[in-house]
């Protein structure tokens, strides 16, 4: 599997940070009903593993996709994996992790803020990045960066909502990835408007 097949036409993926095991569940199964089909729970420590597990679980009763962010070392890679997750996130462009992601049959979605992170990136083969944090770089990074590198196609994330998520779909970014924004209830239903724009 990889991220072409991951988010397919789906512009937006949740993510599920800190929250208590049957929130992740219920706020993954919410976002999955919307046509939200990819979600992301971060486990920057261990005690978010069981998160994961749980969503993973419930994700694979609906065929729906889960993923592991924050995934900062090969250790964090091994409990994703065991954990059941379909891809690894990281912050930052860090190529021993991407291949610890590679060993384990795992696609990996590394954090780029430069165009010379993305191209590192690229010389490794990684074609899809997330770019972070996406609020500070701003919509024209994107054009300007598609320019040069037109194979990258990128995941924004951080600082991202509801209100400002069109504005990077519009600049040709693949997807939108929400996380702090999700702690107002409204957002998952805005959200899931971006996924059928309106016509005209």
Do not use: C, Y
């Not at 512009?11 to 929250?19: D, E, H, K, Q």
């Not at 993954?28 to 749980?54: K, N, Q, S």
């Not at 990281?90 to 384990?104: F, K, S």
């Amino acid at each position: 599997m990889d991220f072409d097949h991951i988010f397919g036409a789906t512009p937006v993926m949740a993510i599920l940070r800190g929250l208590p095991v049957a929130e992740t569940v219920r706020l993954a199964g919410r976002a999955w009903d919307l046509g939200i089909d990819v979600v992301e729970v971060p486990v920057a420590t261990a005690d978010a593993v069981p998160a994961l597990r749980a969503a993973v679980a419930a994700g694979s009763e609906r065929d729906r996709i889960v993923g592991a962010g924050t995934v900062l070392g090969a250790e964090q890679v091994a409990a994703a994996a065991d954990a059941g997750a379909a891809f690894t996130v990281a912050p930052g462009l860090d190529l021993a992790v991407a291949d610890a992601a590679a060993a384990r049959g795992l696609p990996h979605l590394p954090g780029v803020a430069t165009p010379t992170e993305a191209q590192q990136a690229l010389r490794h083969g990684l074609t899809w990045l997330k770019a972070f944090p996406a609020i500070a770089l701003g919509p024209a990074w994107f054009r300007a960066v598609a320019g040069p590198l037109p194979q990258l196609r990128f995941v924004a994330t951080g600082g991202l909502d509801a209100d400002n998520a069109g504005a990077f779909l519009d600049a040709g970014v693949r997807v939108v990835a929400v996380g702090s924004a999700l702690s107002d209830p409204t957002q998952l239903t805005r959200l899931a408007e971006l996924l059928t724009p309106a016509a005209g």
